[in-house]
C-alpha cells in the first residue's frame, strides 16, 4: 500500500468536520480522500446513529423491533430468545396440556432473513441437550416477509424457491409480496391489514448509511443516508471526496439501479478507489468503477446452502446447491479471514475455530 493516513484538518465547509486524508509515501502530497469523518477525536465520538437497516419511515419500527446491524443487537437478541424459549418451556412442564409457542417475525428475504430463519430452527433443536426437554422445534414458530414478489432477489428464481421450500419445510411461514405497513409492541401490520402476532421482531430489510452522513454541509445524499457518487466514485457535490461501501449509493451509467451493497461490491470499491489515487498522484484521468456479480451463496444453517457463481471458467451462472455449495461458502469465508488477517494470523483464527467447534458448547446460554 502506498498510502499511509495522515493528519486531521478541520474543513470549514463540512461545518468543521474534522477529515483525515491520506499522504502518499512517494510524493509526499495530501491526498483528498476521506478516510475517517468525525467530530472529536474517534475514542469520544458518539454519533447521532448508526450505520444498518434502513426502516423506510414504517411507523413503530425503531421502538418495536431489534436490528441485527451491531454484536450489542444480536446479544440483546439471543437474550431475548432464550428468555422466551425458557417461558414456554417452564409452562409447559408445568402443565402438560398448555400449547405454547415462541413466535419470531422477521421482516426482510435477503440473506440476512433467510439465513436468520433457518438458524432459529437449529438453534432451537439444540435446546434439549441443555434441559429444556419439552421445548424443541416444533414450538418455534417463525414468519419471514417480504415486501417484493419472492424471497433473495439476488439469487435465480430457482434457487430462490428451493430456499423457500427448504425454509418451509422446517416450518418457517414465508410472506412475499406482503408490505409492512406499521409495527406494533407485540404485532405488525401488513398492507393488507393482516396483523402478525409476535414475541419478538427482527428487522432485516433495507440498508442505510451513517446517520452521521446526512449531516453533513455541500454533500448529496439519498434518503437511506447514503453518499451520492459518480462512476468514480467522488461525491457528486465534492470531486475532492471519495465514498465506498455501504456509506455510497453508485448507479452507474445504462443500469437502472444502485450498485448492491454487498461485500464484493465494496472490496472492488477499495481497489476501484487505491487505483484511482495512484492516478491522481500521476496527473491521469480517474478510472470509472466497474462491478462484476461473481454470484451469491445463503446458507440455511445445517440444513443446506444455495448460490449462483459467475465467471469466465463456468461461461456464465451456474447454479449450486447442497455440499458443493457448503464448500464454496466456507471456502470463500476462509479467503475473507486470510484477506483480512493474512496468511499466519488468518490460519492462526481458523485453526482455532476448529477447536472451539469441539470444545465450546453449541449454543451460547448467557
Request: with cysteine; net charge positive; proline share 5%.
Amino acid at each position: 500500500m502506498d498510502f499511509i493516513t495522515s493528519h486531521s484538518e478541520p474543513y470549514s465547509a463540512r461545518c468543521s468536520t474534522t477529515i483525515r486524508t491520506a499522504r502518499s509515501r512517494t510524493s509526499g502530497e495530501n491526498l483528498l480522500v476521506v478516510l475517517l469523518i468525525t467530530d472529536a477525536p474517534s475514542h469520544k465520538l458518539e454519533p447521532p446513529g448508526n450505520p444498518g437497516r434502513f426502516n423506510f419511515g414504517t411507523p413503530g419500527v425503531r421502538e418495536n423491533c431489534i436490528f441485527l446491524d451491531e454484536r450489542a443487537q444480536a446479544d440483546r437478541f439471543r437474550s431475548k430468545l432464550l428468555d422466551h424459549c425458557l417461558r414456554v418451556s417452564r409452562r409447559m412442564s408445568a402443565d402438560g396440556t398448555v400449547d405454547e409457542y415462541v413466535r419470531v417475525v422477521i421482516i426482510g428475504g435477503g440473506a440476512t432473513g433467510v439465513e436468520l430463519s433457518a438458524e432459529l430452527y437449529n438453534a432451537a433443536s439444540a435446546l434439549r441437550l441443555y434441559g429444556l426437554e419439552v421445548f424443541d422445534e416444533s414450538r418455534l414458530k417463525v414468519t419471514l416477509v417480504e415486501a417484493g414478489p419472492r424471497i433473495l432477489p439476488a439469487l435465480p428464481e430457482r434457487l430462490a424457491k428451493a430456499a423457500q421450500a427448504e425454509l418451509e419445510a422446517l416450518g418457517v411461514r414465508v410472506l412475499a409480496g406482503v408490505p409492512v405497513t406499521s409495527a406494533e409492541k407485540h404485532a405488525i401490520i401488513t398492507k393488507e391489514g393482516e396483523r402478525i402476532d409476535a414475541d419478538l421482531m427482527v428487522w432485516a430489510a433495507g440498508v442505510k448509511g451513517h446517520a452521521l452522513l446526512s449531516h453533513l454541509d455541500g454533500l448529496e445524499v439519498n434518503r437511506a443516508s447514503q453518499l451520492l457518487v459518480r462512476p468514480t466514485l467522488q461525491t457528486t457535490e465534492d470531486e475532492r471526496i471519495f465514498a465506498l461501501g455501504d456509506c455510497c449509493s453508485c448507479l452507474l451509467p445504462g443500469t437502472e439501479r444502485p450498485i448492491p451493497p454487498r461485500a464484493q461490491a465494496a472490496h472492488q470499491m477499495a481497489s476501484t478507489v487505491y487505483r484511482n489515487l495512484l492516478r491522481l498522484t500521476a496527473n491521469k484521468p480517474l478510472l470509472d468503477f466497474v462491478y462484476r456479480d461473481h454470484g451469491s451463496l445463503v446458507s440455511l444453517s445445517r440444513f443446506s446452502t444455495v448460490g449462483s457463481l459467475m465467471g469466465n471458467l463456468i461461461g456464465g451462472r451456474l447454479a449450486v446447491e447442497g455440499r458443493l455449495a457448503r464448500f464454496v461458502y466456507t471456502s470463500l469465508y476462509r479467503m475473507h479471514v486470510l484477506a483480512v488477517h493474512g496468511w499466519l494470523r488468518g490460519l492462526a483464527l481458523m485453526a482455532v475455530g476448529k477447536v472451539n467447534q469441539v470444545i465450546r458448547p453449541r449454543l451460547k446460554l448467557h
